[in-house]
């Protein structure tokens, strides 16, 4: 079992910057691979970013490459999403989503571990 906990939203004006972490507590953190989805009210939840469990992978979104870096520090049990350059279709409620294998890690289905979300708005 894993607990994970997100942190970081807020409002900005878009162009701005945000770091969202994913703080885990319970097993090994680095037994697990970790990613970012993100979801609009009534919409599906969408891939964001992923990283393996070393932090030497990573993979993003088309709609974020670029403008957004995940990492890790294992030692802090924590997972960051720095976002830079906002837009307002960023607006969403960001979610942390953990598992062990970093394999179809686009598929939220896959993520047997969410963390409670946080918001993040950038307005126009």
Known sequence: QVQLVESGGGKVQAG??????????????????????????????DFVAAISRS????DYADSVKGRFTISRDNAKNTVYL?????????????????KTLYTN?????????????TQVTASS
């Open 16 to 45: 701005g910057s945000l770091r969202l972490s994913c703080t885990a507590s319970g097993r090994t953190f680095s037994m697990y691979s970790v990613a970012w989805f993100r979801q609009v009210s009534g919409k599906e939840r």
């Open 55 to 58: 932090g030497s992978s990573t």
């Open 82 to 98: 720095q976002m830079s350059n906002l837009k307002p279709e960023d607006t969403a409620v960001y979610y942390c989503a953990a």
């Open 105 to 117: 890690y686009r598929v939220a289905r896959e993520y047997g571990y969410w963390g409670q979300g």
